[in-house]
């Protein structure tokens, strides 16, 4: 298919992973998810993405999110592999990860880099929210490891811009100042917002709403 766009529907589909076989739209339910996927098991750079991924459990939980991975090795390789993540990380790899064999996934989402020299996907991220749609995507090369403080920041970011007529500033962390969108009068704005800081007439700032 085409590269997916955002606001996309994500691709459904089934596949056997560490867990067991799952269907991807019945494995989200109605909570958010992150599907990303590495080139290849039992190699530094993903071994350190996965852990770190592990590591961030109760972060991905408090956001009622999933997290999903997805290599073309085999199942038994990725179990194998395990340890070896657990071992460098200190973390339970206790998430799913799709054995991709037929690149069934990789091509559904576009996660294969054309010209690369082999066929195993790059390092793509999708977000995608409670009613399935694409509402991120980030592509890095196969040779630099992501940054999942980032993507929970995005998360987070997506999830306050769900919650009201907001949008966030550059280098927004959770529980900063949001932006009150152009659509809202300062008036109005005033009115069901606490702090409301007018910079600019389409730049107001407010204080974030409460969890």
């Given at each position: 298919m085409a590269t997916l766009r955002l606001g996309d529907d994500a691709p459904d589909f089934t596949a056997e992973t560490t867990e067991g076989e799952l269907t991807f739209h019945d494995?989200?339910?109605?909570?958010?998810?992150?599907?990303?996927?590495?080139?290849?098991?039992?190699?530094?750079?993903?071994?350190?993405?996965l852990g770190r991924v592990a590591q961030l459990k109760d972060e991905w939980a408090a956001r009622n999110t999933k997290v999903l991975a997805v290599?073309?090795?085999?199942?038994?390789?990725?179990?194998?592999?395990?340890?070896?993540?657990?071992?460098?990380?200190?973390?339970?790899?206790?998430?799913?990860?799709?054995?991709?064999?037929?690149?069934?996934?990789?091509?559904?989402?576009?996660?294969?880099?054309?010209g690369a020299g082999d066929t195993s996907p790059v390092r793509s991220v999708f977000l995608i929210d409670p009613a399935g749609k694409?509402?991120?995507?980030?592509?890095?090369?196969?040779?630099?490891?992501?940054?999942?403080?980032?993507?929970?920041?995005?998360?987070?970011?997506l999830q306050v811009n769900d919650s009201g007529p907001f949008s966030t500033p550059a280098d927004w962390k959770a529980g900063e100042r949001i932006i009150v969108a152009p659509?809202?009068?300062?008036e109005d704005a005033q009115t069901r917002f606490k702090g409301v800081e007018v910079v600019k007439p389409y730049l107001r700032y407010a204080e974030a709403p409460s969890s």
């Open positions: 494995w989200k339910g109605d909570g958010w998810a992150v599907l990303f996927s590495h080139p290849a098991d039992f190699t530094p750079v993903c071994t350190t993405e290599s073309v090795d085999a199942l038994e390789d990725h179990n194998a592999w395990k340890a070896d993540i657990e071992e460098v990380s200190g973390a339970s790899v206790d998430y799913p990860i799709v054995a991709d064999k037929d690149r069934q996934v990789a091509e559904l989402y576009d996660m294969i880099h054309p694409v509402r991120l995507s980030l592509t890095y090369p196969k040779s630099a490891g992501r940054n999942f403080d980032e993507i929970l920041r995005a998360l987070d970011a659509t809202v009068s300062t």
